[in-house]
């Protein structure tokens, strides 16, 4: 097998739906808050999506629903053993990892912990979730309300524009090779990003 000429590469990915095989906001919503969900599609099309979740995670836990109800759930969602292995190769043979996501830190953490991933990758961007003092988890917006539009002219979140967020990656370091991965319209604006 010939030896690659690369040695400084990034590999960038989604999460959801590109690491994981699910949406990780959708399982959350749909195991543990269903009755919160059903028949509600055209409701939710008028929040912005970080915002919902931040809602929904309130309506669960006055439900009842615990911290440990949803470590239990995301533990659940598969995780493709070729993916896995693919991401120690990579990392063992000296690239860098990263994430950038719409999901939030709290699923990407308990996940990738679960999985043993957890010290694979240098950063991960992402919606932050914290727990308050009575045990509830919150999540807000990675580009919040206090600060100005981020301004990309292409299908990109309100949260979050991901070129943006890769093109800073790009420009850190200097790269052998940048490789991003996603599977949605918001990873199309980071696809620009790239050069040959």
């Not at 399982?27 to 931040?54: A, P, S």
């Not at 759930?73 to 043979?93: G, H, V, Y």
């Not at 890769?166 to 199309?188: P, R």
Request: charged share 25%; with cysteine; aromatic share 10%.
């Amino acid at each position: 097998m010939p030896i690659s000429t690369f040695t400084k590469r990034l590999f960038v990915f989604d999460f959801d739906w590109t690491l994981i095989e699910a949406d990780s906001d959708h399982w959350i919503m749909f195991n543990l808050g269903k009755e919160f969900c059903e028949g509600k599609e055209e409701d939710f099309k008028k929040v912005q999506w970080t915002d919902l979740q931040e809602e929904l995670l309130g309506k669960m836990f006055n439900k009842g629903v615990t911290t440990q109800d949803i470590v239990e759930s995301l533990q659940k969602i598969p995780f493709t053993p070729e993916i896995i292995t693919a991401l120690r190769l990579m990392k063992a043979n000296g690239a860098e990892l990263c994430i950038i996501s719409d999901a939030n830190t709290f699923y990407i953490d308990t996940i990738l912990k679960y999985h043993g991933l957890d010290q694979l990758f240098t950063s991960i961007i992402t919606n932050p979730a914290h727990f308050d003092e009575n045990g509830r988890l919150h999540v807000s917006r990675f580009h919040g309300l206090d600060k100005p539009p981020h301004g990309c002219d292409r299908p990109c979140a309100p949260n979050l524009c991901k070129g943006r967020e890769l093109q800073k990656m790009i420009n850190a370091k200097t790269w052998d090779q940048v490789i991003y991965m996603g599977d949605s319209t918001n990873d199309f604006c980071p696809s620009t990003r790239l050069q040959r």
